[in-house]
């Protein structure tokens, strides 16, 4: 958390005063906001200088009386009221031109389905698939997954929060919106690559190898105060050439939507909780076990007796120091970024070695609510997601409906 914390007041000192690095080809805002900066700027030179002037010049002498002079000239009102209007004119039909363009993804666009939760961010591209969680390239500490895009060709992002208010901020591209629960938000923009500014970055590839592309490196916020760990919903965005976003995407930084939860659960548990957590019953002096814990009630922690649901696990890892086992230590570091999908998958791990409950194999992330319960096959769900418009192919059970 620190490191994060440092990494970002690095990066403010090196920003300078006036905008942050423009990456996109759809900016609609830099010339405007300049154009006002420079108006406003000629205008109070200007007027204060008048006035400074004017003080000086027409300053009362020692013995004169009272100005006599005009109070009145209608060329003059005239003229600074009309200069002042078309101004403000352009100024008006520049900002309108431009909030329309930025309304409008172009039709061409690739979609990619944003769903903001406490405290992360999932990104489902058109087939279903989504970013895994990363570690962040220079630190090394855990970040929530980043954007991948191509450069060149308009994307357009629907937005959507599994829990609560939150917001999309890419300084770099010129964007930010509201992601609100309830109801999906759009926004646009289109990235250009940068030569001078890639970094080479390897990635493995199916059959153990690696291969190198080279990507453009932006950040990504939160920037409506959502709560304890807001300020870890920060991460990056990567714009590629089509040729390496292709590359990247067919390497293994994505979940397949075919996956089931059980193994990505497995995975997770393997990679980042074995060094504590057993699942056979075993090593319980320091550490709780995982056998046959989801489904108990009458489970005992500092607050009293709970039962082990979905919501009493998505605690234990977001917020471990909520609740402590009862005989235990609060020793565990939350987890704030693993993905909403690698939590449920963690619970559909957890039920599989648990004798208190059944699970079901083959369950996959596109066959959740958001919620978390199992979708109805009936339809229920297929109203709420009809509303995403032509976003359809971007829902993450694209495949499975
Ligand atoms: C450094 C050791 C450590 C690691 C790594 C760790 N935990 Fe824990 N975990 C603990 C301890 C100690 C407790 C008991 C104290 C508490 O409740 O916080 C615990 C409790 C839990 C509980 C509640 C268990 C119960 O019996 O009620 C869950 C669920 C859990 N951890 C999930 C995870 C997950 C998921 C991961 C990996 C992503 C993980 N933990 C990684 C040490 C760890
Ligand atoms: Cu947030």
Known sequence: MDTTLFNMLAQVKEESLWFPVDASTSNQVDGLAYFILWVCGFFLVF????MVFFAIRYRQQKKAGAATGQTHNTALEVTWSV??????????????RGLLKMERPPDNSYDILVT???WGWDFTYPDGGQSKSEKDPVTGEPMAPALHVPAGRPVRLTLQSNDVLHSVFIPALRVKKDVVPGRFNQMWFEAEFDPENAEDWDLPTEDGGTVTVKRNEYELFCTEYCGQNHSLMITKVYVYQQEDYDKWYVSKSLYDPSTPLIDIGKTIWSTQCASCHSIDGSNTANYPTWLNLYGQTGHLTDKGSVEVNDEYIIESIRNPAAQIVDGYGNQMAAFPNLTDREVRGIIEFMKSISDQVEVDEDLTYGDLEIDGTVKDESGGA?????????GEGSQPDAESS
């Not at 007027?47 to 008048?50: C, D, I, M, R, Y």
């Not at 200069?83 to 309108?96: H, N, R, Y």
């Not at 297929?382 to 032509?390: L, T």
């Open 83 to 96: 200069i002042p209007a078309f101004i403000l004119a352009v100024i008006f039909i520049w900002g309108f």
């Open 116 to 118: 903001g939760y406490k």
């Open 382 to 390: 297929e109203g709420a997601e009809g509303e995403a418009g032509d």
């Open 47 to 50: 007027n204060a200088g008048l």
